[in-house]
């Protein structure tokens, strides 16, 4: 096998993958988020939502169903993401960890604080479990600093983690700064995969 064919993304070609096809979901992804709202109903109409590492889109295409034209969907990723034609969603090519640029970013588009913060945020895995599950926590920690300045008081906030030995490193955190940590793991996860959602409610300080 040559070097470029070694690098593509495993894509796992499940019963989610066929159906994010045919429904024209950019991601199985998709239906992570379908369930987390059947279960938390976070999103509502009138919410600002920041969705950060966001491409290739499908989280922000159950997010725009939701809510009303007036109210702005903000993503983030690393990678290009193409377009969606709605002018209520704004693209930032970023780092998380550039927050200076997420703050420039913001201002430029009026927004201080959002009402829902929703991150599916995955480093690139080196097959490692501990390396790459430290990686996770260390880019979620980045996140809930994110969300200690741009999410409103008594606002929720979504992590995708990988969960290994080391998630007392993250979860001691989001004790001292959310009233509840709910774990999840949407049936559209992988059974063999270590990543859980952490929907953590009410964020009790600004
Ligand atoms: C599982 S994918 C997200 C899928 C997306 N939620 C969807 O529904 O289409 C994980 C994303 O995390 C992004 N990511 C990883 N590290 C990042 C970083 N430091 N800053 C921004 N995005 C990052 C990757 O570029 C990748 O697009």
Not at 34 to 62: M, R, T
Not at 98 to 114: A, C, P, S, V, Y
Not at 136 to 155: C, G, Q, R
Request: overall charge positive.
């Amino acid at each position: 096998m040559s070097n470029k064919s070694s690098k593509k993304p495993f894509i796992v070609q499940d019963k989610y993958f066929q159906e994010a096809k045919k429904l024209g979901y950019r991601a199985r992804s998709a239906f992570k988020l379908i369930e987390i709202q059947d279960h938390f109903n976070l999103i509502k109409p009138n919410y600002n939502v920041l969705d950060i590492a966001s491409a290739p889109g499908s989280f922000i295409q159950i997010i725009k169903k939701i809510v009303w034209l007036e109210a702005k969907v903000v993503w983030i990723d690393l990678q290009k993401i193409e377009k969606f034609p709605q002018s209520n969603i704004f693209l930032l090519q970023e780092d998380v960890n550039n927050t200076d640029k997420i703050m420039e970013f913001l201002n430029w588009i009026w927004i201080k604080q959002f009402d829902l913060i929703t991150s599916d945020i995955a480093p690139n895995t080196t097959g490692i479990t501990w390396v790459d599950q430290y990686k996770s926590v260390e880019l979620n920690l980045m996140i809930v600093k994110l969300a200690d300045t741009f999410l409103k008081k008594w606002h929720n906030l979504v992590l995708k983690v990988f969960v290994w030995e080391d998630i007392n490193d993250l979860t001691s955190v989001l004790k001292t700064k959310y009233k509840k940590i709910s774990r999840f793991k949407p049936k559209s996860c992988r059974d063999r995969s270590f990543e859980e959602y952490f929907v953590c409610l009410e964020k009790i300080w600004n």
